[in-house]
């Protein structure tokens, strides 16, 4: 299994899910910002979408596990199972090196007070609606 896969599967879903549950890690919550305009600089700054991450369990809706189990055309169960193996391979190497990537966008890492954290290192906006709007800054 591409080490990769679980992290696409997972950001492909951030475009229909505001949050999406990994049993055992934590959750991804999707919050937006609306856009704003800024009266002292005369800028204009475009709504964005911003990803977090809580690393306190919820309960799991199985939106993953379903979208595991039809991407590789497996049973329910061989995608917990899949997801539960890439889940303890995180954690063995966040015991190891303190740091992995998560994908190609963001990194899980162990905080100042040993809890697994998250850090998006791409600072676009995740979703493709807002893709690319740059800050307008007005004359006058």
Known sequence: MSE???PNIIYELFENNKKIVIDGLGYFEVTHQSASYDTESKTLYPPKTFLHFQNI???????????????????????????????????????????????????????????ISFCFLDKTNILKNNYGLKNVHLKK
């Open 4 to 6: 990769n896969l679980i």
């Open 57 to 115: 369990g919820v309960e799991s809706d199985n939106i993953l596990v379903k979208n595991v189990a039809e991407k590789l055309n497996i049973s329910e169960d061989e995608a917990y199972e899949k997801i539960s193996l890439w889940i303890d391979d995180v954690c063995m190497q966040l015991a190891e090196f303190q740091r992995i990537a998560f994908g190609e966008k963001g990194e899980f890492f162990i905080n100042d007070e040993g809890k």
